[in-house]
C-alpha cells in the first residue's frame, strides 16, 4: 500500500502544472532571492555561486512583473501580524549579503521595471571593511587557476609543509580550501598569502561589497534595506546571547543608516535549528526587529518568519536568456505536495543552504 501512494504521489508531482499548485499549497507570499547580478566574473564568489546574468535576471523581472504582484516587507508583516490583505500572487524579491552589484547592476533594473526589493546586508562588509571568509577561499581557487603546473606544485608544497597538508594538485588545493569554515579564516589567510593575494588590497580597489553611501540611496530610492548579521555567520551555531547580539546588531547598524523604525533580517545560510519561541521572546524585546526571512522555499512556518526559494541554485542554472523562476518554482510547490501527500515532515527535495 505504502509503495503504490509513493508511485501515485511521485506521478502526481510530476504532472501538476505551475498554474494550479498554488490553489493546491496555498501561501500568502512566494519569497524569491539572490546574491549577485553580474555579465563580469567575480571572482570573490565565482567558484561559490555564478552571478546571475544581467540577461537572465532582466527575464525574471520580467516573468515576475507579468505573473505575480511583488510586494515590500511592509506589505507582508501588515498582511501576517495585523490581518491587512495581500494581493493575489503576492511575491517578495531580495537580495542577501550586500554585494556591489546589488547597487550597480541589480537597482537599475529594479527601478526600470518599478518593482520594489529588500537588500539584507552583512553590515560589517559595509564600506568594505572586511571580506566573508568564503569570498576568500573563492578567490585562493581563482588564484590558482591561474598559475602553471609548476609553480602550482611549488605552491600546494609550501602549503603542505606549513599545515601537514596532503595535497597534490590544484583540484585537491580547490576541495581543501572550500570545505574551510570560519574558524580556519587564519589558514585560509595564509593559503591566499601563499598565493599572492592581498585581501586589503582586493577590498581596496575591487570593493565587492556596497557602501554606507550606497545603502542610504537604495533607501532613498524607496527600497527596503534589512539586516543579515554583522559576519554572515549561522545563528544555529552560536550561544543565546552571541546570536542576539549578530541579529540585533545588525539590525541597529541597519536602522542608523536608513532611519527605519524597524527593521527586517534574513538568516545567513538558515534558520534551521533555531528555536521559534526564542525568536518570538527576541522580537518582543527588541522592538526594531521586524519579520524574519529564511531559505527553506514555500516551507511553512510562525507568522513571523518567510520563506524564500533561492534562484542561484546550481541545479537551475540552465543556459540561456530565459529565467529560471518556473523551475524553480515548480520544483519547490512539487516537494510542498509531495511531503503534504506523504504526511511526512521532511521535503522530498530538501532545500539547499547558500553559502
Not at 518593482?115 to 581557487?141: E, G, H
Request: proline share 5%.
Amino acid at each position: 500500500m505504502k509503495k503504490t501512494a509513493g508511485k501515485l504521489a511521485k506521478a502526481v508531482r510530476m504532472a501538476i502544472p505551475l498554474g494550479l499548485y498554488p490553489y493546491l499549497v496555498r501561501r500568502d507570499v512566494v519569497g524569491i532571492f539572490y546574491h549577485a547580478v553580474s555579465d563580469k566574473r567575480l571572482p570573490h564568489i565565482q567558484h561559490l555561486y555564478p552571478p546571475e546574468r544581467v540577461e537572465r535576471f532582466e527575464a525574471a523581472l520580467r516573468y515576475i512583473k507579468k505573473r505575480y504582484h511583488p510586494v515590500t516587507d511592509e506589505q507582508i508583516e501588515a498582511h501576517r501580524l495585523h490581518g491587512r490583505s495581500l494581493p493575489r500572487g503576492a511575491l517578495h524579491l531580495s537580495f542577501d549579503d550586500g554585494f556591489a552589484e546589488c547597487f550597480t547592476v541589480a537597482r537599475p533594473l529594479l527601478l526600470k521595471y518599478s518593482i520594489p526589493c529588500t537588500f539584507y546586508v552583512t553590515t560589517n562588509w559595509l564600506d568594505n571593511q572586511s571580506m566573508f571568509y568564503r569570498n576568500k577561499a573563492s578567490l585562493c581557487v581563482e588564484a590558482i587557476r591561474q598559475l602553471a603546473p609548476d609553480t602550482v606544485k611549488m605552491v600546494v608544497t609550501s602549503i603542505n609543509n606549513a599545515m601537514e597538508t596532503r595535497l597534490t594538485d590544484a583540484a585537491s588545493f580547490n576541495t581543501w580550501v572550500m570545505g574551510l569554515g570560519g574558524v580556519d579564516e587564519p589558514v585560509i589567510d595564509m593559503a591566499a598569502r601563499m598565493l599572492g593575494i592581498d585581501m586589503a588590497e582586493y577590498l581596496r580597489d575591487r570593493q565587492p561589497y556596497m557602501t554606507r553611501a550606497q545603502v542610504q540611496q537604495l533607501h532613498s530610492d524607496g527600497f527596503t534595506v534589512g539586516a543579515h548579521t554583522r559576519r554572515h555567520i549561522k545563528i544555529a551555531q552560536l550561544a543565546p546571547e552571541e546570536a542576539e547580539t549578530e541579529i540585533v546588531g545588525s539590525a541597529q547598524d541597519v536602522q542608523k543608516i536608513t532611519g527605519t523604525e524597524r527593521v527586517h533580517f534574513s538568516f545567513p545560510y538558515s534558520a534551521t535549528g533555531v528555536g521559534r519561541d526564542w525568536l518570538a521572546d527576541l522580537r518582543r524585546r527588541h522592538p526594531l526587529l521586524g519579520l524574519f526571512f529564511d531559505t527553506r522555499d514555500l516551507q511553512a512556518d510562525e507568522p513571523f518568519m518567510v520563506n524564500r526559494v533561492w534562484a542561484e541554485k546550481a541545479a537551475y542554472r540552465a543556459a540561456g536568456a530565459q529565467t529560471n523562476l518556473p523551475d524553480l518554482l515548480h520544483a519547490a510547490y512539487r516537494a510542498e505536495t509531495y511531503k503534504a501527500m506523504q504526511g511526512q515532515a521532511a521535503a522530498a527535495e530538501p532545500a539547499i543552504e547558500p553559502g
